[in-house]
């Protein structure tokens, strides 16, 4: 298995921030860029691991998938 790197933050927490107010449910800081490391055989694959945990109907947005090449 491959590490991914995938870079996500959330749509609706991000407005709220940017109207000044906070989310119900997450923390302000899900309006900036997250990094969480997965590891699996594909993009795909690490994509899904992603969407499982962090659901687009939530708001989530996935906005990169990058394959760690130093683990090669």
Known sequence: ???YEVTI???EV???VEAGEHHVR???DWADFR???VYADNEDQARTQIEDRYP???GFIIDSVVKDEMQE
């Open 9 to 11: 933050y959330n749509a």
């Open 1 to 3: 298995m491959a590490k």
């Open 35 to 37: 990094y969480i490391e």
């Open 56 to 58: 687009s109907g939530q």
């Open 14 to 16: 991000r407005k709220k």
């Open 26 to 28: 997450w923390g302000d």
